[in-house]
Structures are given as structure tokens and as C-alpha cells.
């Protein structure tokens, strides 16, 4: 009927059975929004672009100086779009 619910990953009964939606590294990830990193890349609330997760763009967030620093050693092999704010 076109509806749909939004539920956080770990308040699903049997996450085990989402293969293809979440990717099998998150459900040992203790710091799941990866709050302590210097710079944090991956889809996590990333527009749905079809296909694979793998396969369309991601987010990056830089958290601090490091992770500015790191970001901008590999700035020449990325393909950057707009910044914008969750």
C-alpha cells in the first residue's frame, strides 16, 4: 500500500535475516555513528541511490583537525559535492 516504517537497526527482532540492508560490519560496532573518529566515511542516512551500498555515494564527516588533514591528502581522488547538514 505504499506505506513504510522507519526502525532503528537494533531494535529489529532478527537483524540476521536483513542480509543486503545492513552491512554485516555494523552489528559489531560498538560506536555505531563512529562519534570517535577523526574522520568518519560511509551511507549511514545517505540518500537511497539503488544498487549496491557499495556503489553510490557516501558521507564523510570530519571531526576534527586530523581528520581535516587526512581528507585532504586524498582531496584530488574524490568526487566532492555540496556540503550540507543532516
Known amino acids: 500500500d505504499g506505506r513504510y516504517e522507519q526502525i532503528p537497526v537494533f531494535a529489529l527482532k532478527e537483524p540476521e535475516n536483513c542480509t543486503g540492508v ?14 570517535l573518529t577523526d574522520l568518519t566515511v560511509g551511507y549511514m542516512a545517505a540518500p537511497w541511490q539503488g544498487g549496491r551500498m557499495t556503489e553510490h555515494q557516501q558521507y564523510c564527516v570530519v571531526r576534527n583537525q586530523k581528520g581535516q588533514q587526512m581528507l585532504d591528502l586524498l582531496a584530488e581522488k574524490l568526487d566532492v559535492g555540496q556540503a550540507s547538514s543532516l
Open 22 to 35: 545492513i552491512a554485516k560490519s555494523c552489528y559489531a560496532c560498538f560506536d555505531y555513528v563512529n562519534a
